[in-house]
């Protein structure tokens, strides 16, 4: 008989197990970061996995990460052209995976292909601001989908699952919509949508100027290594507090899967 479970894994950012030890300097969200984000039965049959952990400031990061865009920009050009990109195997596994949910990948195109689409036709990396930013870099580098949520306006526990039928979603930079029943969302408790796995997220929670607390998510699909994902929520992290962030020093892995 099929059993479903959810595995989880905690990796320090070092990528060796240990300990947690609490310190003065960790937030609140810190001591309840194994169940911020909850894994939903009905999301099982999609093999997804999340990397997930939470930075903070004291005060509003302006620190300029041009160096970095460089960096990137410079990788990706040197690295690909426009016609081979869509061969690259992560690449490939998300735009699998958008065809499996109904999105049309040519039309609506993952969102670390599309920043690297944006730098290959000579546009650059957008610069909106440092926490959004430090997303891009990394996401633009690994090709993961990230999502990056101002944890003041969302209420924890958050929830993927799929969507029943009726929920409104308020899109960044889009008219609101009302979802149809079976598409996968990250939900907060009071019922908000702060996303639809793994391509768009809500401006109810989006980063903004003055954002303090920030929730970093990996999103992973099937064929995607797990280590890519991590690395990248390690990368923003890494960003982040070399302009003033604070971090649990620890990323939690929620996947969902079968197990016979």
């Not at 960096?71 to 990706?76: A, D, F, I, P, T």
């Not at 996401?139 to 969507?163: C, K, N, Q, W």
């Not at 980063?207 to 390690?234: D, F, M, Q």
Request: hydrophobic share 35%; with cysteine; aromatic share 8%.
């Amino acid at each position: 008989m099929e059993q479903y479970f959810i595995d989880y894994i905690d990796i320090t950012l070092n990528y060796v197990l240990q300990i947690e030890i609490m310190v003065g300097n960790m937030n609140d969200y810190c001591k309840g970061l194994d169940e911020l984000i909850l894994l939903d039965e009905s999301i099982k049959h999609l093999n997804i996995f999340i990397a997930y952990t939470v930075i903070w400031f004291d005060k509003p990061p302006k620190s300029d990460l041009s160096g970095e865009f460089s960096r990137v920009e410079e990788y990706l050009r040197r690295k690909y052209t426009l016609e081979d990109l869509k061969n690259d195997p992560v690449i490939r596994a998300y735009r699998d995976f958008y065809w499996r949910i109904g999105i049309d990948p040519t039309k609506t195109r993952p969102s670390g292909e599309a920043l690297a689409r944006r730098v290959l036709r000579g546009r650059g990396l957008p610069r909106i601001n440092p926490i959004v930013d430090a997303g891009n870099i990394a996401s633009a580098h690994t090709f993961i989908p990230v999502g990056l949520y101002d944890l003041d306006r969302a209420s924890p526990p958050l929830i993927l699952r799929l969507s029943r039928g009726g929920e409104v979603f308020k899109p960044i930079g889009g008219k609101d919509r009302i979802l149809e029943k079976g598409i996968p969302i990250l939900v907060d408790s009071s019922g908000r949508v702060l996303h639809i796995y793994p391509y768009r997220d809500s401006r109810e929670t989006c980063i903004t100027s003055n954002t303090r607390n920030v929730l970093i998510v990996g999103a992973g699909v099937p064929r995607v290594p797990i280590g890519y994902v991590v690395k990248t929520v390690e990368k923003i992290v890494e960003l982040l507090e070399k302009i003033g962030g604070s971090s649990c020093d620890r990323i939690v892995l929620k996947k969902s899967t079968y197990r016979k």
